[in-house]
């Protein structure tokens, strides 16, 4: 595994419900990395509007006040909807370390959203090192990164 050049920097956190044991745990190995956790919530495992929170730290990244995101929800497919919505987010469902490795290679993915209900043991804590620690490829990849990023025929200034 690459070495993590990030450390220190600022990391947004979010989940909703059946997230929210995960994300406890991610702030904790995050926090003991060295890295400033931006918590946005869910704060209990009350039942919660996923949206909510997924949006809350994509924008944050998006808008460039945090330098990556980490969303948890139950299958990790919700969170990565609603953050791709948002502009400059490139967000990635990431099983294992492989996926979270290529995101970030390939696709220069600036927010790692995982499955809480599917997660095992401490996968996660590889998943995210990895993740953090891989740098973007850039060279062929760049032009791609760029398409996603284009504005769509027609558009003007999209909201973050």
């Given at each position: ?10 990391i ?24 400033e ?5 869910t704060?209990s495992?009350d039942?919660c ?8 730290v ?8 945090s ?5 948890c ?8 909807i ?6 400059n ?20 993915s ?5 499955a809480?209900?599917s997660?095992?043991?401490e ?5 995210i ?32």
């Amino acid at each position: 595994m690459p070495e993590n050049k990030t450390s220190g920097a600022k990391i947004a956190l979010g989940s909703d419900h059946a997230g929210f044991e995960l994300k406890e745990k991610i702030k904790n190995l995050l926090a003991s990395e060295g890295f400033e956790v931006q918590d946005f919530g869910t704060y209990s495992a009350d039942s919660c509007d996923y949206p909510d929170y997924a949006r809350a730290v994509a924008d944050d990244v998006g808008q460039g006040k945090s330098l990556k995101g980490i969303l948890c929800c139950g299958s990790g497919i919700g969170v990565s909807i609603v953050a791709n919505k948002v502009r400059n987010v490139r967000a990635a469902l990431c099983h294992d370390e492989k996926q979270a490795e290529l995101s970030r290679q390939h696709n220069d993915s600036n927010v790692l959203c995982l499955a809480a209900r599917s997660m095992k043991g401490e996968d996660y804590s590889d998943i995210i090192k990895t993740w953090l620690a891989t740098p973007f490829e850039g060279g062929r990849h760049q032009k791609r990164v760029e398409k996603i990023e284009k504005p769509r025929s027609g558009e003007k200034n999209l909201p973050s």
